[in-house]
């Protein structure tokens, strides 16, 4: 026993200290090497006139190049991340453009990492449109009322504007867009008042939803001393003149880029695909000021010298990974560097880039640290409190055979995966969830999907019981892995609590371990926000999302890997580890596999995404993109639950671990309302 714990405490701390060691080495990239300082700050946000309402506080990380004094002032660009995002999700950028030189400020905008005004400060109001603005008539049906929950106006209202006119931007109601920029104007200005900033050399640049921020700064600075010299946009949305004042904002020197596989494409361009068709529309010409018969991707229009150059980049790759796309990101420095003027960025080659490998680091830091939750497991099972949770797997008698647990599985995987769209999509804006309690939007998607799937699991396993209880070899609770070997028939809730203060135990190292991440001012993630510290308020949405969250995981892996488990589940070593999770694995993860291949299978043949085509583009968009995020994270969810149900023979302490990670997730640092 003791030579036992000797090998576990070994590997725990192994592993600890190899994660460390790649969010030191992520650090040493982001820094430069030294060369530059990256520090966080708070900016006050305010609404109104006379900025009579404080909004709170927003966050932001600031990297500044040694070479950047109040004696050689330097580029400054703000960074503003996408829809669901947060400030480290323009990481790529903020790395290479810093690296050669400018100082570049990343927001946390409204509702998003660790800024305190909800998403809500953004604005919305009453009314939409089904083109793009400029393009829509009452008459043809294109500019309609909405209605609904908050959430789904704020929603419809994404590419509505602050520096629209009021037509667009004011209902009767009294509502409006408010500030389109999310806090980005109030950070522009900070970044614009350094000591050590060039003033006359400003930039911006978003990323989705950033885009639309990125517009309202540069229309909030148009015409001022501190106008920016260049706007770059990733995955951004176009809009006709005739929406706002022209006489007054102008934007120069702007640079689209285009994302081959957009999943949002037809929410902002109104068409299925990205192809030539889209290059030559009347709008995009009008962007590029030239004919349709001259438009090219991947060509500059007009003149940074006047602040009329234009430019479409199209990048063979999907809406979130734009972000860290090289080629994007090479032309993107290119952009600012003829804006800013000769001399302005060092003379790094801008194919030279590091940020990519600082991903890749904080990744293996943060897969690392979920392996090392094994050894830590393993080493308080022989403490004596938990020392009874683990127990013997349930009789092999109700095994499910070859033919039944492939027929389980089949109809499992089609319930959850072709609910999915649906579910999500219903959750996200029109579920009438309690928004002060519920206030994460991705979340409420979730809670929509998952509550469906409860129902279906409750009404499916209490048929299940009647029928199975007329059986000899009847198991109860403790064959569904929430009872116990002494008492089969009850649900055993001691093993349930302690169940529950051994995952305690495993969070608290993951958090403390995120926490240590935090002091080199770096999340535990990969391009998108997993892990991060919790703000008071955000800790509050995860006691609040937990509940249901538990419940779902209960009864995911009670049905998945206590009542569906096969001769594999009792094989010893990692043959019966393997065999038993690719099991769990595809019952877990099948379903959302199929809408991904019903998604993309149609969108790479260049005939637009699954769920648009098929479903409608209601169905497209945010849960979509998130597929290709959301299945490795279920595949790891199930080597836990695996590992853990072999284990302890229970579904209790796998469940409640995953359903606690997934509500971190959730609730760390995506959408606040």
Not at 86 to 108: F, H, K, M, Q, W
Not at 178 to 192: E, M
Request: charged share 15%.
């Amino acid at each position: 026993m003791k030579k036992a714990r000797t090998k576990w405490a070994v590997l725990l701390l192994a592993l600890l200290v190899v994660a460390f060691g790649a969010l030191t080495v992520a650090n040493a990239i982001q820094t430069d090497g030294g060369n530059v300082i990256v520090t966080q700050g708070v900016i006050d946000a305010y609404r109104g006139v006379n900025g009579e309402h404080h909004l709170g506080q927003m966050t932001y990380k600031l990297y500044t190049p040694k070479t950047a004094t109040a004696e050689h002032k330097a580029p400054g660009v703000l960074l503003l991340h996408g829809y669901q995002n947060d400030r480290e999700t323009n990481a790529a950028y903020a790395i290479e453009l810093a690296r050669r030189g400018v100082v570049v400020l990343s927001l946390d905008e409204y509702g998003h990492g660790f800024s305190e005004p909800g998403l809500k400060e953004r604005g919305y109001v009453n009314h939409t449109v089904k083109v793009n603005y400029g393009e829509d008539s009452i008459e043809a049906g294109t500019f309609k009322k909405v209605g609904g929950t908050v959430r789904y106006r704020l929603l419809m209202n994404f590419s509505n504007l602050s520096f629209f006119n009021d037509h667009y931007s004011k209902d009767e109601d009294g509502n409006a867009i408010w500030d389109s920029s999310c806090g980005g104007a109030a950070a522009y200005a900070v970044l614009s008042a350094m000591d050590n900033v060039d003033s006359t050399r400003l930039g911006v640049s978003g990323h989705s939803m950033g885009t639309w921020a990125g517009w309202s700064v540069a229309a909030a600075f148009a015409g001022t001393d501190i106008e920016p010299r260049a706007t770059v946009l990733q995955c951004g949305e176009l809009f006709r003149d005739s929406v706002y004042d022209t006489s007054k904002i102008h934007f120069n020197n702007v640079l689209l880029l285009q994302a081959k596989w957009d999943e949002f494409s037809y929410f902002r361009d109104y068409k299925r695909v990205v192809d030539d068709e889209l290059l030559k529309s009347d709008l995009r010409c009008e962007f590029l000021g030239t004919t349709a018969d001259r438009a090219a991707w991947n060509e500059t229009f007009g003149s940074f010298a006047d602040g009329s150059a234009r430019r479409m980049e199209l990048l063979y790759t999907n809406h979130r990974l734009t972000t860290h796309h090289s080629q994007g990101l090479a032309v993107a420095l290119d952009w600012f560097n003829e804006a800013f003027g000769p001399g302005s960025m060092n003379d790094i080659p801008v194919t030279e880039q590091k940020a990519m490998t600082k991903e890749w680091l904080v990744l293996l830091a943060m897969l690392l640290t979920l392996l090392a939750m094994v050894p830590l497991a393993e080493l308080l099972l022989t403490v004596p409190f938990f020392a009874a949770v683990p127990q013997p797997l349930p009789p092999k008698a109700n095994i499910k055979p070859k033919g039944k647990w492939w027929k389980g599985a089949i109809i499992t995987m089609l319930i959850a995966g072709l609910t999915y769209p649906f579910m999500t999509q219903l959750g996200h804006a029109l579920l009438p969830l309690p928004e002060g309690i519920f206030r994460m939007t991705v979340g409420n998607g979730f809670i929509g999907w998952y509550s469906l799937l409860i129902l279906v699991m409750v009404v499916t396993s209490w048929t299940g019981w009647r029928k199975a209880k007329k059986s000899e070899t009847f198991d109860g609770w403790y064959g569904m892995g929430l009872g116990s070997e002494q008492e089969p028939l009850k649900i055993n809730w001691k093993l349930l609590g302690k169940s529950a203060l051994l995952v305690l135990c495993l969070l608290l190292m993951v958090y403390a371990m995120t926490a240590l991440a935090g002091v080199y001012l770096l999340d535990l993630r990969f391009i998108w926000p997993f892990f991060k510290t919790f703000t008071l308020a955000r800790f509050g949405q995860f006691c609040a999302y937990i509940p249901l969250f538990a419940l779902f995981f209960l009864l995911n892996n009670s049905k998945i890997m206590a009542s569906m488990r096969t001769e594999a589940a009792y094989a010893p070593g990692c043959k019966g580890f393997f065999g038993a999770w690719w099991r769990n694995a595809l019952m877990m993860v099948g379903g959302v596999l199929l809408i991904v291949l019903i998604e993309y299978i149609p969108f790479f043949l260049n005939i637009g995404p699954g769920a648009d085509v098929l479903f409608g583009s209601t169905f497209g968009g945010p849960f979509m993109s998130l597929l290709i995020l959301f299945v490795p994270q279920v595949l790891v969810f199930s080597l836990l639950g695996t590992y853990f149900y072999r284990r302890t023979g229970s579904v209790y302490p796998g469940a409640l671990l995953i359903a606690s990670l997934a509500a971190w997730i959730v609730t760390g640092g995506s959408a606040m309302l």
